[in-house]
Nanobody, 118 residues
């Protein structure tokens, strides 16, 4: 069972930056792709960024050029650097293992709240 613990959220003004972290328990981290998801109030959870085992990255159009996903296999941690934040980025952010753009673990962490004020 994979355990996921997100941190690093907070309140920031538009144009600001935050760095999210996700600590992943278990020995599978090095052999799975990881993704960051977000869920805004009243909306479905959406995938915003993925990083493969080899470090390849993909982004949704809404965050491309502003967010950077990375991973540290030595620390079993995946990061999301968020720059030029916009009010529409306000959401709870979650990480999970991914395959073909879909979360593969049924066990979600508590998420971390990101609030961007205008």
């Amino acid at each position: 069972q994979v355990q996921l613990a997100e941190s690093g959220g907070g309140l920031v003004q538009a144009g600001g930056s935050l760095r999210l972290s996700c600590a992943v328990s278990g020995s599978i981290f090095r052999v799975v792709a990881m993704g960051w998801f977000r869920q805004a109030p009243g909306k479905q959870r959406e995938l915003v960024a993925t990083v493969s085992t080899g470090g390849g990255t993909q982004y949704s159009d809404s965050v491309k050029g502003r967010f950077t996903i990375s991973r540290d296999n030595a620390k079993n941690t995946v990061y999301l650097q968020m720059n030029s934040l916009k009010p529409e980025d306000t959401a709870i952010y979650y990480c999970n293992t991914v395959r073909n753009g879909v979360a593969t673990s049924p066990y979600w962490g508590q998420g971390t709240q990101v609030t961007v004020s205008s």
